[in-house]
């Protein structure tokens, strides 16, 4: 496993490990619950409550939303394009306002927008007009 991918690891972690706090649950607890771990079709009907709201809370989002756009950032920077706009969007279905407005975003969208050597693909291309970047 690479140094690079030893990060990623650890940033998953914080994440979680940020989650677990923000419900006032403990790590093992939220690691243990079955709905989190065997997600399937209908698996929304039986969500945890606690998790719903956390995930519905602007506030406790927004540490998600920015370890998507610095994971984006990361991912960029080893010219893993798709990888990196597919983490943007999910930011973005997240907290559409914070992402809109969130200079990493928009930066990244425009430096992959201008080095296109053909035109942007759709999902890009949507996404920078979200933005208001082209």
Do not use: F
């Amino acid at each position: 496993m690479t140094r690079w991918n030893n990060r990623i690891e650890l940033d998953r972690l914080s994440v979680i490990k940020s989650l677990a706090d923000a419900l006032d649950v403990t790590l093992g607890d939220l690691l243990a619950e079955p709905t989190l771990l065997e997600w399937t079709a209908d698996s929304g009907t039986r969500t945890v409550p606690a998790l719903r709201s956390a995930l519905m809370n602007y506030r406790q989002l927004t540490p998600l939303t920015r370890h998507n756009l610095e994971m984006a950032r990361a991912l960029s920077a080893h010219n893993r394009m798709d990888d990196a706009l597919t983490k943007i969007l999910e930011a973005e279905s997240w907290a559409p306002e914070q992402v809109r407005s969130h200079y990493l975003a928009r930066e990244l969208v425009l430096t992959w927008v201008r080095n296109q050597r053909c035109r942007p693909s759709r999902s890009l291309a949507d996404l920078a007009n979200r933005l208001h970047v082209i």
